[in-house]
């Protein structure tokens, strides 16, 4: 639930979204949901050259399954927040 | 579970698995299907269920793929024509297969091993139509959530649920043997009878002392 809500704060921030299969994706979060599938728009991959194909589109949704990092904005992240939710999530409450 | 594309074989419609619930989402008919580097198969019409998204050739009805939308790890609408020359809906197919595995099944276009294609594009003939596509793959995406994101492996989560319900039952025996109230219902003789009499004046003892509480609590604020 901690990724979850984290994530709903970043829409609409550019964040990188990076699979498991080593395809890396930049875009806006468009949007999360409780699986943590990604929605991401005005995409564009990192690695162009080994991915050209897939060098835009429009919109992407990424299952949540198959993520391995999403690298997020530095001013989206207050360590502070984050410090208590992962305090507060650790306790169970 | 099968991972990847599959290819299938049937006469006239798809039959979906009603029984666990697979419903039929959506029939986008004058539809082309790209797998992977192989040539472009068309026309065809694309079923899209709460399950599976399924193709089926136009020129042989008895042919077409399916894949799980559990395989389907990505999707996308492609309109840049440097990606692909037509507009399409692009996904990228999880087959749990090594990466190095696609190039043999270009070398060797003959034999068609299904379970290498990494990629699948649909390219409908209205263009229009690829964000309503778009739409339905994200809800059915929803729709299927991963079955053991905690377990390694499904059985073991089968077995690890079984030991749960045998501590449960433990648990429920317990409760019964150590709770008073339901030796009170079991039986009607006098001995019962006394013990309720002794709760009751337990209860009225309590009533007591909670009168008490609110008479110094009433003190204190006047």
């Known amino acids: 639930m901690l990724f979850f809500s984290y994530f709903k704060d970043l829409v609409g921030r550019e964040v990188t979204v990076e699979l498991k299969n080593d395809l890396a994706i930049r875009g ?23 991915y050209p194909h897939m060098l835009s589109v429009r919109n992407c949704f990424i299952r949540g399954s198959v993520v ?26 | 579970m099968v991972l990847g594309v ?10 979906l698995d009603r029984d666990n619930g697979e419903e039929l989402m959506r029939v986008q008919p004058g539809t082309d299907i790209v797998l992977g580097n192989l040539p472009r198969e068309s026309p065809g019409t694309l079923y899209i269920t709460t399950k599976q998204v399924i193709w089926v050739s136009d020129v042989d009805k008895t042919k077409g793929y399916a894949v799980d939308f559990l395989s389907i790890s990505l999707h996308a609408v492609s ?5 692909y020359p037509l507009p399409c809906l692009y996904t990228q197919i999880d087959t749990e297969e090594a990466d190095d595995d696609l190039s043999d099944s270009e070398s060797n276009p003959i ?9 699948m594009r649909l390219i409908p003939s209205d263009p229009t139509q690829l964000d309503t596509l778009f739409a339905i ?14 377990e390694e492996e499904e059985e073991h989560d089968w077995v690890f649920s079984a030991d749960q319900m045998v ?8 409760y019964i043997s150590h709770n008073p109230v339901n030796s009170i219902g079991q039986s009607n003789g006098n001995h019962d009878l006394a013990r309720t009499i002794l709760e009751l004046q337990i209860n009225d003892r309590r009533f007591e002392d909670a009168e008490e509480m609110d008479d110094n609590e009433d003190g204190t604020h006047h």
Do not use: W
């Open chain 2, 79 to 83: 309109t840049d024509p440097e990606a």
């Open chain 1, 68 to 93: 391995r990092y999403v690298q997020l904005p530095p001013e989206g992240v207050d360590i502070e927040l984050l410090h208590d939710a992962t305090r507060r999530e650790a306790r169970g409450g």
């Open chain 2, 111 to 119: 034999e068609q091993d299904l379970s290498n294609v990494k990629e």
């Open chain 2, 167 to 174: 501590d449960e039952e433990a648990e429920d025996e317990d």
């Open chain 2, 6 to 15: 599959r290819e299938i074989r049937f006469s006239g419609e798809p039959v």
């Open chain 2, 137 to 150: 793959f994200c809800q059915c995406a929803e729709l299927n959530p991963e079955p053991n994101d905690d």
């Open chain 1, 28 to 50: 806006t979060l468009h949007s999360v949901d409780q699986y943590l599938n990604i929605k991401l728009e005005n995409t564009r991959v990192v690695d162009q050259d080994k």
